[in-house]
């Protein structure tokens, strides 16, 4: 198994990232590797309703973080668990 990044690291990291693009490689659920260039936090797409806003905590208490991925022009997700590199 390939040896994953930390959570502590991880929420460090993506919390610097701010508003700037980021490029994460992880694990999917698979096993497979995956890498996303995106956004964790793009203004022109924040959630804005309140079932939105619900989804997305539910996610983060389960330690999913969403990113948008610029290529897909769509939201990913993915576990802090399963981070190899964020840049």
């Known amino acids: 198994m ?7 690291t991880v ?13 994460v490689t992880f694990i999917k659920k698979d ?16 959630i804005g309703n309140a079932k939105g806003r619900v989804i997305s905590e539910a996610m983060k208490a389960n330690g999913y973080v969403p990113i948008y991925s610029v290529i897909d022009s769509g939201w990913k997700c993915f576990h802090e668990d399963a981070v190899l590199k964020v840049v």
């Open 11 to 23: 929420r460090k990291l993506i919390k610097a990232r701010g508003t700037k693009f980021a490029t």
């Open 31 to 46: 096993g497979s590797k995956r890498t996303v260039n995106g956004l964790f936090r793009p203004s022109s797409h924040i």
């Open 2 to 8: 390939t040896n994953t990044m930390n959570r502590a």
